[in-house]
T-cell receptor, first 112, second 112 residues
Framework: KQEVTQIPAALSVPEGENLVLNCSFTDSAIYNLQWFRQDPGKGLTSLLLIQSSQREQTSGRLNASLDKSSGRSTLYIAASQPGDSATYLCAVGSSNTGKLIFGQGTTLQVKP | DGGITQSPKYLFRKEGQNVTLSCEQNLNHDAMYWYRQDPGQGLRLIYYSQIVNDFQKGDIAEGYSVSREKKESFPLTVTSAQKNPTAFYLC???????????FGEGSRLTVL
């Protein structure tokens, strides 16, 4: 059974810092991995999608990497800003079940 | 603008009543999903549909029902059989070719 874990559950950093959010999964049979952002009381916004054949994707200050063999993905945020404060979730598309399995998220606070 | 529209944003229900949450998308996506989000539990899949007139149970389908009569619409009914319906409900859709998931803004249901 695929399990997705995000550590730490919460993170607080000063503005301007570069930071890394982690996502690990137990089954390497995946078809994609997606990172989302969620603001309080809102829906999820798609940030980056990595297909299983890809190693990384970049969008602006965000870079996501995927290492299937080790069951890990990282989301790198460069030069963090207070507006980056939100909960970040990763979701893994399982090749075995065809379903997307979500981690519980990392809540990020960027202090001015 | 292309996107997913959920309504209502907030809904209050008395015990024993059925309520229906609306989800409409104009992204021309084939697949649509309903998730439930509870604090500390992450997102859990209720129902999903990959094509009109067909849908499958997710991990927590008991007490819920859906229909998919049109490609654009995937309403969710929370029945009186759902024992703990107070939650944040999220509708999503995806294109079959990429698998990228897009979410609506959510509907918060409170049972009084």
């Amino acid at each position: 059974k695929q399990e997705v874990t995000q550590i730490p559950a919460a993170l607080s950093v000063p503005e301007g810092e570069n930071l890394v959010l982690n996502c690990s999964f137990t089954d390497s049979a995946i078809y994609n991995l997606q990172w989302f952002r969620q603001d309080p009381g809102k829906g999820l916004t798609s940030l980056l999608l990595i297909q299983s054949s890809q190693r990384e994707q970049t969008s602006g200050r965000l870079n996501a990497s995927l290492d299937k063999s080790s069951g890990r993905s990282t989301l790198y945020i460069a030069a963090s800003q207070p507006g980056d404060s939100a909960t970040y979730l990763c979701a893994v598309g399982s090749s075995n079940t065809g379903k997307l399995i979500f981690g519980q998220g990392t809540t990020l606070q960027v202090k001015p | 603008d292309g996107g997913i529209t959920q309504s209502p944003k907030y809904l209050f229900r008395k015990e024993g009543q059925n309520v229906t949450l609306s989800c409409e998308q104009n992204l021309n996506h084939d697949a649509m999903y309903w998730y439930r989000q509870d604090p500390g539990q992450g997102l859990r899949l209720i129902y999903y549909s990959q094509i009109v007139n067909d849908f499958q149970k997710g991990d927590i389908a008991e007490g819920y029902s859906v229909s998919r009569e049109k490609k654009e619409s995937f309403p969710l009914t929370v029945t009186s059989a759902q024992k703990n319906p107070t939650a944040f409900y999220l509708c999503a859709s995806s294109a079959i070719n990429t698998g990228e998931l897009f979410f609506g803004e959510g509907s918060r249901l409170t049972v009084l």
